[in-house]
């Protein structure tokens, strides 16, 4: 498999060689140059196959310049009922005939994140290993990217991670997580700003080819393609363990920021998996449910401050492979779209043939805001005395509203509700419950820099720090 830019401007390459970096050298985003596809028998073979066994099953096809048996193992030491507290991996529970959560947030730090990135971790060592090489990893953060990253990357040789997160604007239970890592291999970096500040930063000085090669830049978050391809899997597992046979349909609400998510779903779908509907929900950043209601994309220039804080996204970092694919892969017009948008500006799609495409790939979407999200995990604690937390609460509210008569509805559940207990007590009057192993997660000394929104300063840290 090759991969290419979403703006045709990088020579072809390999797996391997896009695995440690973040954009592709002319600013766009790697993609294959085609979806494998999967054969009826194939699909049929998959059924019934345990969660390491799918995964090597869709990995091997995106990461084919890793020899099989290298790969096999390193799926087999990431995904252990150890790391992800069942062998399931990825549970379904059905709350209803036809009606599912997917859980996705039993890693580490209790968020979806977890699933791709202690993955990715194993692949950099393995990779930095063979090559005998070293990595900083720069990232920015509004809170589950940074911790899943840092509890990937925990202690790894040969890997150092700077991670920006906007000062005072995560819960303090994302702050603790993140803050109370005390290996020396670890860095966080509190930016005076928004999380838009932060992924500015992590651009501008990916964007500086010199900088970022004179000092091993690499990226974790979630443009990375290895992450993409990692959560394809779960599509997978889902599927199977709502359906009896490959000829039905299952319809995705994913709780949507950065696009990575459900941008696997998309994937997942042009690989073969029969997905009706990949429902788009985001909060009260509302950017994705504008363009796939009215096929203008206009990034905003202010980010609010939701009560599902992973989803406060104004600019939506993983689209541009989506619209790669709707406007037929012709890498000049995404070049030309992103221009605009990379000038503070927007496109519109909502004239042009492209958009009619939208529906094609099976995508709606929705909004959600706090009344609702207070509303969905009251409703689900009464109705199934199930408690879930503010993004899956936005990703059920919308999935509902989308649900149709005869399609199982899986609603991708991203974080648990132990991370989000003021909106959680604000909606139930009660505590969520958390794993004991985390019971004084907010006691614990914590270790982070205070630092203003600049590129600069940021580069200057880097250099004192990665030696
Ligand atoms: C990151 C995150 C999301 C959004 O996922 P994207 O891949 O950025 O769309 C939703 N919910 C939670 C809990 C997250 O951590």
């Given at each position: 498999m090759k991969y290419l830019s979403t703006r045709g401007g990088m020579p072809p390459k390999t797996f391997t060689e896009i695995l440690l970096g973040g954009l592709a050298t002319d600013g766009g985003l790697t993609i294959p140059d085609v979806y494998p596809r999967l054969s009826r028998e194939e699909l049929a073979a998959m059924r019934g196959m345990n969660y390491r066994d799918l995964a090597f099953e869709v990995i091997r096809r995106f990461a084919d310049d890793i020899p099989a048996a290298d790969l096999r193992a390193i799926i087999d030491k990431t995904y252990t009922a150890e790391v992800f507290r069942s062998d399931d991996i990825t549970p379904v529970k059905t709350l209803e005939p036809g009606l599912h959560i997917l859980g996705l947030s039993y890693g580490p730090t209790l968020a979806f994140k977890d699933v791709a990135m202690q993955l990715l971790g194993n692949l950099f060592e393995y990779v930095l290993e063979q090559e005998n090489a070293e990595i900083n990893i720069l990232g920015a953060t509004s809170g589950d990217t940074g911790s899943a990253a840092e509890y990937a990357m925990l202690g790894k040789k040969r890997v150092k991670v700077f991670m920006l997160s906007p000062l005072g604007k995560m819960s303090p239970f994302q702050t603790a997580q993140m803050f109370s890592l005390q290996e020396p291999n670890i860095f966080n970096i509190a930016v005076k700003g928004v999380f838009d500040d932060c992924q500015d930063i992590v651009k501008a000085v990916s964007n500086d080819l010199e900088f970022k090669a004179r000092h091993k830049i690499g990226a974790v978050n979630s443009i990375n393609w290895a992450r993409v391809t990692a959560q394809v899997v779960y599509y997978f597992k889902a599927y199977f363990a709502v359906t009896e046979s490959n000829d039905e349909k299952v319809s995705f609400s994913v709780p949507s920021g950065n696009f990575g998510n459900v941008c696997a779903g998309h994937i997942a779908k042009e690989m073969g998996l029969p997905i009706h509907k990949l429902i788009v929900a985001t909060n009260e950043n509302d950017v994705l449910d504008e363009f796939f209601r009215t096929g203008a994309y206009r990034p905003r220039p202010e980010t609010l401050h939701t009560s599902s804080p992973s989803m406060d996204i104004s600019k939506a970092s993983n689209f541009e492979r989506f619209v790669y694919d709707l406007v037929g892969r012709d890498p000049a017009v995404v070049k030309d779209l992103w221009q605009k948008v990379e000038g503070g500006g927007s496109f519109d799609?909502?004239?042009?043939?492209?958009?009619?495409?939208v529906k094609e790939f099976g995508f709606t979407s929705g909004e959600s805001t706090h009344a609702n999200r207070l509303e969905t995990i009251r409703n689900m604690y009464q109705k199934y005395g199930v408690m879930i937390d503010t993004h899956t609460a936005d990703g059920v509210k919308v999935g509902l509203e989308h649900r149709e008569t005869g399609i199982p509805l899986v609603c991708l559940e991203t974080a648990l509700p132990a991370k989000f207990d003021e909106t959680i007590h604000e909606a139930l009057g009660r505590h969520a419950e958390r794993p004991a192993d985390l019971a004084d997660l907010e006691k614990r000394p914590q270790r982070y820099e205070v630092m203003d929104s600049s590129a600069d300063a940021v580069k200057r840290f880097i250099v004192a720090h990665c030696a």
């Open positions: 799609l909502s004239t042009t043939p492209y958009f009619a495409r």
